[in-house]
Structure formats: structure tokens, C-alpha cells
Nanobody, 123 residues
């Protein structure tokens, strides 16, 4: 059974930083992309960032480019999202996800999802 467990969310002031982590277990994740999505209240789930198995391919949403950095540690089956210069509009529940055998920004391609961690950015 695949499990994804996010951590690192919380309350931060605008301009601050947070680092999210997502530990995955239950299968091997070779050739799987790992990604982060977010959902703000009343809005659809939105792609944030994704990284390929090798780390050689990385995608970011335009809204986070230059502020967020995604990385992964395959030895630990963990993906990270370093979030700097946070803005109130970054407030959302952040989810990590795994897309088996693919590298994509499409949420429908991600088969496994965590429960989410809440990030609140105050102005």
C-alpha cells in the first residue's frame, strides 16, 4: 500500500520561508515523477512543481518560479519543497503526489496522493 506523508506546513508571515517534506513508502518509485500541488479555499487544485526520478527534469508553475525549489532524495523516497518569499496568495493545502512512469504537470496523471499539509501566509 502506497503512502505519502507530508509535513512542514504552518503559519508564516509574508516574505517568510517554509520547507515541506513528503515521505513515500509502499513501492519502488523508480522512473516515477514526484510533484506538489495546492488547493486554496474555493479553488481548484493547482500544479506547483514536479521533479523526475533522476532530478534532470523539473517543472514549476509560473506563479512560484524563482521562489520555490523542488528536490528529491531517492535513497529516502522523499520529496521536498523549499518555499521562499511566501505571499498571502500561497495560502493553501499542499499535496504531494506520485505519477508512475511519467513526468507531467497534469494532476490526472498522478496516481498516489498524500493527505496534505496546510500552509497559511499572513500579510
Amino acid at each position: 500500500q502506497v503512502q505519502l506523508v507530508e509535513s512542514g506546513g504552518g503559519l508564516v508571515e509574508a516574505g517568510g520561508s517554509l520547507r515541506l517534506s513528503c515521505a513515500a513508502s509502499g513501492r519502488t518509485f523508480i522512473n516515477d515523477a514526484m510533484g506538489w500541488f495546492r488547493q486554496a479555499p474555493g479553488k481548484d487544485r493547482q500544479f506547483v512543481a514536479a521533479v523526475s526520478w533522476s532530478g534532470g527534469q523539473i517543472y514549476y508553475a509560473d506563479s512560484v518560479k524563482g521562489r520555490f525549489t523542488i528536490s528529491r532524495d531517492n535513497a529516502k523516497n522523499t520529496v521536498y519543497l523549499q518555499m521562499n518569499s511566501l505571499k498571502p496568495e500561497d495560502t493553501a493545502v499542499y499535496y504531494c503526489a506520485v505519477a508512475p512512469g511519467l513526468m507531467t504537470t497534469l494532476a490526472t496523471a498522478y496516481r498516489y496522493w498524500g493527505q496534505g499539509t496546510r500552509v497559511t501566509v499572513s500579510s
